[in-house]
């Protein structure tokens, strides 16, 4: 069993940034590999970055590459999603997921392990 718990979440002016943390309860954070996923109202849960086990190989959605970055601090069992250049459309609530399985990362159905979520609004 993994617990993930975001934090970072809040309102920022478009073109502002933040810092989502995700901190797992995993004494093997490092063999985990961790994703970031967004739903906004009425809309499905979509991709938005994933970072892999052991390798820390990232990858993004088209819609937010260059502008947010995944990293993770094994030491501190945490992953962290960095968000620059914020638009509107960025506003959903932000889920935290994690796995240790072999699979496609960017498939919400890939992750066993979810956190609660934590709300990103982007005024304009």
């Known amino acids: 069993q993994v617990q993930l718990v975001e934090s970072g979440g809040g309102l920022v002016q478009a073109g502002g940034s933040l810092r989502l943390s995700c901190a797992a309860s995993t004494r093997t954070f490092s063999n985990v590999a961790t994703g970031w996923f967004r739903q906004a109202p009425g809309k499905e849960r979509e991709f938005v970055a994933a970072?892999?086990?052991?390798?820390?190989?990232?990858m993004y959605a088209d819609s937010v590459k260059g502008r947010f970055a995944i990293s993770r601090d094994n030491a501190k069992n945490t992953v962290y999603l960095q968000m620059n250049s914020l638009k509107p459309e960025d506003t959903a609530v932000y889920y935290c997921?994690?796995?240790?399985?072999?699979?496609?990362?960017?498939?919400?159905?890939?992750?066993?392990?979810w956190g609660q979520g934590t709300q990103v609004t982007v005024s304009s």
């Open positions: 970072i892999a086990r052991s390798t820390d190989n990232a």
């Open positions: 997921a994690a796995d240790s399985k072999i699979g496609i990362l960017s498939m919400w159905s890939y992750y066993n392990y």
